[in-house]
């Protein structure tokens, strides 16, 4: 089973240097692909209450021989429960699908700019982490506008950002803003789901030369950025393939090959997080 090195987080915690991503695992299935990746040797596990999975870790979570203090739970805040009771409420809907008593990571899945509500969410967070609830709190598609706004009227800055960063869309300006004020950076679909660039010939030849897959190039471009990257496979072979990465190193010039296959219109949807809304 592949160890997995940790990443400490601002607040005193930490996570692993690679997840789980459960979209859109579902059902008696979905409860067998995340039961897998935790026998793979996953530790973070990924859901939202919008992937309308939250039960299906819960009962992963009940099934498994990993202890629950190995496991590190996340769960998302939907648009539709923006402020501060309102989060407060949907905190303890997930916590109860999930049947846990402590949700380890809580983010705010998109700042929905138009309903104006994610600072009001935001408090609610943080009394959530104060009381002991959540170990971490942080946000997900938040711009560092809106990251600035957080920390102007409540001044705290949140643990982490799950953003969308693959090699068509490496996200260097804000990992850069993300590290200034230690922030760390989570990707959703970090191999670029249908768009995944396995065929190009930057990442074919990278991978050849280190005898890995292209899937495994781009997971350990992630890492070497000091990215947490979540990738969802159901496959348990794909699963144990995609948390083999910690036995090689990019070199700085493979690195930058990798990002310079980047592009500013390279969002695999029009996801951008000033514009693009989610309830």
Not at 19 to 26: A, E, I, M, R
Not at 56 to 73: M, P, Y
Not at 161 to 190: C, G, K, M, R
């Amino acid at each position: 089973m592949t160890e997995i090195p940790a990443r400490q987080l601002r607040d005193d915690t930490s996570l692993p240097a690679l997840g789980f991503g459960t979209y859109p695992l579902k059902g008696e299935e979905g409860t067998a692909a995340v039961l897998s990746a935790l026998d793979a040797g996953y530790r973070l596990i990924d859901t939202a209450v919008n992937y309308e999975n939250e039960d299906v870790v819960g009962r992963a979570l009940a099934e498994t021989d990993v202890h629950r203090s190995d496991i590190v739970v996340a769960t998302k805040l939907p648009g539709r429960h923006h402020g501060y009771q309102e989060t407060l409420d949907s905190f303890e809907a997930s916590r109860a699908a999930l049947g846990v008593d402590v949700i380890d990571l809580y983010l705010i899945h998109w700042p929905n700019p138009s309903v104006d509500k994610y600072v009001d969410a935001w408090r609610a967070m943080i009394d959530l982490q104060a009381d002991g609830t959540v170990c971490s709190i942080g946000v997900s598609n938040f711009t560092r506008d809106y990251l600035t706004r957080l920390a102007a009227e409540t001044g705290v800055l949140p643990a982490v950002n799950q953003i969308e960063v693959h090699p068509y869309f490496p996200q260097e300006q804000l990992i850069e803003f993300h590290a200034q004020h230690d922030i760390l950076t989570e990707a959703w679909s970090p191999l670029g789901k249908s768009a995944a660039p396995y065929n190009e010939q930057t990442i074919v030849e990278i991978a050849d030369r280190h005898g890995v897959t292209p899937a495994q190039a781009v997971l350990r471009w992630h890492i070497e950025r000091g990215v947490v990257p979540i990738p969802k496979s159901a496959s348990p072979d794909r699963q144990r393939q995609n948390l083999d990465v910690f036995g090689f190193s990019l070199s700085s010039d493979e690195v930058a090959a990798i990002t310079s296959l980047g592009s500013p219109d390279g969002r695999l949807f029009g996801g951008d997080p000033t514009v693009h809304e989610e309830m």
